[in-house]
């Protein structure tokens, strides 16, 4: 399954991450953009 995270402001967007414990995540632990902005709207697309 394809997610993304779309931040419309920041003209950004990210695909999710589906993790071993079938969670979706849009960052990883190192070495990935993990500056997400709070607050702000998002929109995610499946």
Do not use: C, H, W
């Not at 990210?14 to 953009?33: A, P, V």
């Amino acid at each position: 399954m394809l997610v993304n995270l779309i931040l419309m402001i920041k003209k950004i967007i990210l695909d999710g991450i589906k993790e071993k414990t079938n969670r979706l995540s849009f960052s990883q632990n190192k070495d990935s953009y993990n500056k997400l902005p709070l607050g702000d709207s998002a929109i995610i697309l499946a």
